[in-house]
């Protein structure tokens, strides 16, 4: 009889164990893709980034070549400005950083923020200028421009002067989930066509909605800022679905404007 | 209803026990008393004859009551039997202190005192089932048919916690067995059922074989309701039903008194209407799978019972019969939950109960929403949770001092809650929270009562009990459950503490010749009470909700009250039967606790003429005005209702034919219980007929 028991209690504990898994996705790191390149004869330079260029907040990661021998110069201190040409006119945007040597990674890296697509209206172009070996080369590369899907970046006219142009960039969350996300944008303005300044100072709220059902959601962390025009804070989702993220950006106790970015995500 | 009444008093008293045993017979609905002759005399058999075995666990109980009923040869008790063509719900809320909270004509969900599913233990045959349903629409009890059940055991309060950890009690599902039989090798049943509140029509089939050790036992319900009417004419869109139950049992004998016994259990609800609720459910399924090995002797080990079993609970609602306007998004809301457990129980010393146990289970529940304009959205509301728990319990039974008895009772269980799913995972990180890493609870539960003869015919019994009980996944891990009976969303707590309550009862029973009367008063002192507290600053995900509700541990709440009921023959032919029942609670607050039922008093007599059994009943409720403010409680009138049934037995060649047929809710009466959802009214002027056959 003990038997019995025994051979039952092991074909009941399979029975009761057997039904318990548990799964882990893995996270995939974002490789990056060759968006541009250009020469000058002497030099070569490769633009890279995660996605293609689009119109909003723009890692690029630069890899400078001389030609002649096929080398990687890693020593060199660039300085780059993109120019849309216009039919009358042209223009730049904002860059966080205009000048840069190597990185810890091995890249010059620039966060360029695009304001306008490629397109009938104009064309992007961005002069490299690489200082090594004691002399300025120029290298001007074509770039196309997109418009994204989602926009990543809101211009409205200050509420203050009713003059000013804003530029609102989202940096994060890039690909939204259902939880915590981290939320960073960077806010610059248009001084002139040449001259597109971060801006500090200013102060966030933020309410994310879910405009099919009109309703937001807790525990929202509002952007603050950490330098360089750039606010970070932490926006949540319930669930799936159409979201907006909806920003009130003031200046001391003055409203400048409320940009609102929409996100769908499955 | 009222027979149902009697037959638990009866128990009561002659078992000096405060937990009431519904003994139901083996046809459908428990009603035939050459059935129950049968396997009364099965029984004789099987005490004579070494060879058969006995499951005392769970018989002695039934044969006790078996037992004197037939001594006591009241005709109610047999008319009980014979008359009432019951669903589950029906069966629970004859019983004192037990109410039915209603979502719709399907799957009441049984209240324990006032305290609804998360305070009391439901269990079936010691197998541990959770209904799938976020709303719970499908509390455990609506898998189960009478005509499954051997016997249903309540304890209200924690004084028994065999069958696990809880604050408010614990409901025992009993189900039937394969029956051994020398005399008779087959028994086949027969029956049906009208309504006409509802246009239901309800069918049901009984076999039972048995030859030498083997016996197998099978049975069908299906049951089909349309809308019903409410008093005074208006007819309760989306009230309709259709379920089907069947089952198929096998028992061997083996020498020694050894048994080994496989149980199937299934039921299919469908097209499931829920009226108080927005949504309807297109289907809840149930499977029940269990192996049992039993064993009279083993050593100083008696009646050893080792039970596996596994369960399965699939739910859908739906909202597409629903007329658009009702309708703001069109949602997708499946959900399933799945259960495997072991059990060995014993006496140890004849007198010490011993069960170790172990379970788990796993609850998944979604939720997509169609927006006209915009993408899907989608959430997880049981967010993959999975619970392991393993228990151990003891209950130890002492005479003492000539007619005193000393019971006591403890149980140790270590668990552990935790979600599997990632997507879950993100969803909780929104309120700062985890619910990856397990989180444990260890309860303890201990109960201590002695009952104690002062006279030939007085009885008192004293019970101080603690209880603890574990948070539900609603509780600790739902996600946005919408509550239609408040309005307000409400959002589980991971880091919730387990429950605990003291319990004080008290009970008297008093009887001289027929007459016996029966009182028991209780309190119950909750600390950690688990309940809905308002966050204010949080928005509602639900289209049309007030706000959303967090689960906190709230310091304390008290429930008080007691159950009072008479019974007894007035004269040879007519018997007597009145019970009252009340309840008060209050919250940490001290605002009244919500669905707490007002004071109910019912009474009937019964009348035998000639071979007729004639049963007017009147039941009388309250009003209930002491309404919890947080839960946005509605006041409910008070209502009188007005019943009356009668039956018959004809002994025909073909067999015995049991005919009951009566009127419930004679004045039409339009009305709704403290605790039904939603304002939803009861079903109005009923007429029923039920016929049973059991074939020769």
């Keep these: 009889m003990k038997k019995y028991i025994h051979t039952f209690s092991v074909v009941a504990l399979i029975f009761i164990f057997g039904s318990c898994a548990e799964k882990n996705d893995p996270v995939v790191e974002e490789s990056l893709v060759e968006v541009a390149t250009g020469d000058n004869g002497e030099i070569g330079v490769t633009i890279q980034s995660t996605t293609e260029l689009f119109v909003g907040f723009n890692s690029l990661s630069i890899n400078v070549t001389n030609l002649t021998d096929n080398s990687s110069i890693n020593d060199a201190t660039i300085t780059i400005i993109p120019m849309m040409h216009m039919m009358t006119m042209s223009h730049t945007c904002p860059v966080d950083n205009k000048t840069t040597t190597l990185n810890e990674k091995g890249k010059y890296n620039f966060d360029v923020v695009f304001v306008m697509p490629s397109g009938d209206m104009g064309y992007w172009e961005i002069t490299f200028k690489v200082e090594y070996g004691g002399k300025i080369q120029e290298v001007v590369v074509p770039v196309n421009v997109i418009q994204p899907e989602e926009t990543k970046l809101i211009s409205f006219v200050s509420e203050q002067d009713q003059t000013t142009k804003y530029f609102v960039a989202l940096i994060d969350p890039k690909s939204p989930q259902v939880g915590e996300n981290d939320l960073e944008v960077s806010v610059y303005k248009k001084a002139s066509m040449m001259d597109w300044p971060a801006v500090e100072g200013l102060s966030f709220e933020l309410e994310p909605w879910m405009t099919s059902m009109d309703h937001g959601s807790p525990n929202n962390i509002a952007p603050v800022e950490i330098g360089n025009g750039h606010y970070k804070g932490k926006v949540n989702f319930t669930m799936t679905g159409d979201w907006e993220i909806r920003l009130t950006m003031k200046e001391g106790n003055n409203l400048v404007g409320s940009p609102v970015f929409t996100t769908v995500f499955q | ?696």
């Design chain 2, 1 to 696: 209803m009222v027979n149902n009444y009697l037959m638990m008093l009866t128990q009561i008293i002659l078992k000096m026990k405060h937990r009431i045993t519904l003994f139901l017979l083996l046809g459908l609905y428990g009603f035939v008393f050459s059935q129950d002759q049968a396997t009364y005399e099965a029984w004789q058999d099987s005490i004579k004859n070494p060879d058969y075995i006995m499951k005392n666990i769970l018989y002695l109980d039934e044969m006790e009551v078996v037992e004197n009923q037939y001594k006591s040869s009241n005709p109610l008790l047999t008319q009980v039997r014979k008359d009432k063509l019951m669903g589950t719900d029906e069966l629970l809320h004859c019983l004192p202190g037990v109410n039915m909270m209603r979502r719709g004509n399907f799957a009441s969900e049984p209240i324990l005192r006032g305290l609804s599913s998360e305070r009391y233990v439901v269990s079936i045959d010691g197998m541990r089932l959770f209904g799938a349903c976020t709303d719970k629409m499908d509390p455990a009890s609506s898998y189960i048919e009478p005509n499954n059940l051997a016997n249903l055991d309540i304890n209200l309060g924690n004084d028994d916690a065999m069958d696990g950890a809880s604050t408010g009690g614990c409901v025992s599902f009993n189900l039937k067995t394969p029956k051994f039989n020398a005399n008779k090798a087959v028994f086949v049943r027969i029956g049906m059922k009208y309504n006409s509140v509802s246009r239901g029509f309800d069918q049901l089939a009984d076999l039972n074989i048995n030859k030498k050790n083997l016996a197998v036992r099978s049975s069908f319900v299906h049951r089909k309701a349309q809308n019903y009417i409410a008093g005074g004419g208006s007819e309760i869109k989306y009230s309709q039903f259709e379920k089907y139950n069947y089952s198929f049992a096998m028992s061997y004998r083996l020498p020694q008194s050894q048994m080994l016994s496989f149980s199937f259990l299934g039921d299919d609800a469908n097209d499931v209407g829920y009226p108080a609720l927005p949504m309807d459910v297109s289907y809840a399924k149930a499977k029940m799978f269990s192996l049992s090995y039993y064993r009279m002797n083993l050593g100083k080990l008696k009646e050893v019972e080792i039970k596996a079993y596994h369960n399965i609970v699939d739910h859908a609602m739906d909202d597409t019969k629903r007329d658009a306007v009702d309708v703001p998004m069109h949602m997708d809301m499946p959900g399933n939950t799945h259960t495997s457990g072991l059990f060995a129980q014993t006496y140890l010393f004849d007198s010490l109960k011993t069960k170790i146990e172990y379970y788990n289970t796993f609850a998944h529940a979604e939720m997509t929403m169609y927006p006209d304009v915009g993408s899907p959205m989608f959430m997880l509301t049981y967010p993959d949770v999975v619970r392991n728990s393993t228990s151990i319990s003891l209950d130890y039974n002492r005479a003492f001092l000539k007619q005193n008895l000393l019971k006591m009772g403890f149980r140790y269980e270590k668990a552990a809650t935790y979600i599997s799913s990632e997507f879950g995972e993100q969803q909780l990180n929104v309120f700062n929270m985890s619910g990856k890493k397990p989180k444990k609870m260890n309860l303890l539960n201990a109960n201590i009562s002695i009952s104690r003869n002062i006279k030939k015919s007085f009885k008192l019994k004293l019970t101080t009990s603690y209880g603890q009980r574990l948070p539900t996944t609603s509780e600790q891990f739902g996600f946005y459950l919408y509550n239609r009976q408040n309005g307000y969303d409400y959002i589980g707590n991971p880091d919730i503490k387990k429950e605990g309550a003291w319990q004080n009862q008290l009970m008297a029973v008093w009887h001289k010749k027929k007459l016996r009367t029966n009182i028991a008063v209780f309190h119950y002192q909750f600390q950690d009470y688990i309940m809905g507290v308002l966050v204010p600053n949080y928005s509602n995900m639900t289209i049309g909700a007030k706000g959303v509700m967090f689960y906190e541990n709230t310091k304390k709440a008290s429930l008080m009250g007691g159950e009072w009921s008479l019974m007894g023959d007035i004269t040879k032919t007519t018997h007597l039967m009145s019970t009252a029942t009340y309840s008060y609670g209050y919250d940490f607050e001290n605002d009244p606790l919500p669905l707490i039922p007002p004071l109910k008093i019912t009474n009937s007599i019964s009348q035998k003429w000639k071979g007729f059994i004639f049963q007017p009943e009147l039941i009388w409720s309250n009003m209930q005005n002491n309404t919890s403010v947080k839960f946005d409680e509605l006041n409910t009138d008070s209502f009188l209702l007005l019943n009356f049934r009668m039956h018959k037995t004809f002994k025909l060649n073909i067999g015995e034919m049991d005919v009951s047929t009566g009127v419930e809710n004679i004045l039409d009466k339009n009305y709704r219980e403290h605790f039904d959802w939603g304002n939803i009214p009861r079903s109005g002027r009923n007429l029923f007929l039920n016929l049973s056959w059991r074939i020769k």
